[in-house]
């Protein structure tokens, strides 16, 4: 493995390209904006998304899709969830045959509702479907372009994929462990964005470490309904994808999706919160997704449906916390909701 393309030079993009560049790969950057372009290749920096971090010389940028992925024998997807399709559709003329693709994307998508592995299945060509793998997990971009040590999860069909996916990203800062729960793995990195902003929310009304562990308790017993009703193991929940990265998401001041929370709960307008922000936090359109996939499935996902009014229908944030701590009584965990799940998952 001599090459790698990351399609996407956002903050993710460029700290993931920055690692396999330090590891020895020649690396190209795809991006379709002249700036970040010019940036990377003149000054070798992205001071646009990752500010403060010289690149290395083996890491440059282009903006031609085809000529980027001709050569790479390692590929990352790591565009922002709602813009997966699009450069899918874009990469998929250029895809050769044994060539790893790595989605390093968390999300779902608005109209469809899928997550990223259906949308890449639906449109990249089924020869490389086969050469799928997802990767998740606690990482915060600037963390990782600091050499802090990081681990993540990849979910493959086969170990085998791992395998070879790990020459190019396994680092002395980076490990690996793997997984071949593709739809509990991709659950847990899309929903805990959701959940994140739900916590941040509960910070911003000035709430302490009572309401935060409740937050991510039971977001991640929403995260594992959804999990299981699409096939995944709540044990795959339990692991890096889910409370590792949720976790990360709900307490750290790096994360942007908290930082949306903590804002709201001020009071401030979603319109105000963005047009601040710089920078995409992917939890403002997941949670409109998660409500609309948890109401297709039959799940009962209270935060997450609180999220969604807080964010789609101006309901106060205050108004949110007061509908949740209002429940009725009922189980910590269904089992009857478990052993259906499970009847699923040996059916498929």
């Known amino acids: 493995m001599r090459t790698c393309t990351v399609l996407g030079a956002g903050a993710w993009g460029t700290s993931l390209a920055k690692l396999v560049a330090e590891n020895g790969l020649d690396v190209t950057a795809w991006t379709n904006e002249p700036a970040v372009l010019d940036d990377i290749n003149q000054h ?3 001071e646009r998304y990752l500010p403060g971090f010289v690149l290395p010389p083996n890491l440059r940028a282009s903006m031609e899709i085809g000529e980027s992925i001709a050569s790479a024998d390692l590929l990352l997807f790591v565009v922002p969830s709602h813009a997966t399709r699009e450069v899918a559709k ?25 997550f990223m592995d259906e949308v890449l299945k639906e449109e990249l060509p089924a020869h490389v479907h086969d050469e799928l793998a997802f990767l998740s997990g606690p990482s915060f971009a600037k963390e990782l372009a600091q050499r802090q040590p990081t681990v993540v999860v990849v979910a493959a069909r086969n170990i085998a994929l791992i395998d070879k996916v790990s020459l190019g990203i396994r680092s002395p ?24 902003i739900a916590a941040g929310a509960a910070d911003g009304m000035g709430f302490g470490y009572n309401s935060r562990a409740a937050l991510i308790t039971r977001g991640l017993a929403e995260i594992a309904k959804i999990a299981m009703a699409r096939g995944g193991s709540a044990l795959t929940v ?8 949720l976790v990360l998401t709900c307490t750290g001041e790096l994360s942007r999706n908290r930082t949306v929370g903590v804002e709201l709960g001020k009071g401030r307008s979603l319109t105000e919160i963005l ?4 920078h995409v936090a992917e939890g403002v359109k997941t949670a409109k997704s998660a409500y609309g996939l948890a109401e297709k499935l039959g799940v009962d996902c209270s935060i997450i449906r609180e999220v969604y009014r807080v964010l789609y229908e101006d309901k106060p944030a205050q108004d949110a916390l007061g509908a949740l701590m209002s429940g009725e009584l009922g189980f910590e965990f269904d089992r009857a909701a478990i052993a259906r799940a499970t009847l699923k998952k040996e059916d498929t």
């Open 44 to 46: 070798h920096r992205n």
């Open 90 to 114: 874009l990469a998929a003329p250029h895809l050769r045959r044994g060539v790893p693709i790595v989605s390093c994307t968390k999300g779902i998508e608005n109209d469809s509702l899928m």
């Open 173 to 196: 800062y980076l490990r690996l462990f793997a997984s071949d729960d593709i739809a509990g793995v991709e659950c847990g990195g899309a929903l805990k964005n959701v959940i994140a």
């Open 238 to 245: 339990a692991g890096l994808s889910g409370m590792g990265d």
């Open 275 to 278: 047009s601040g922000l710089g």
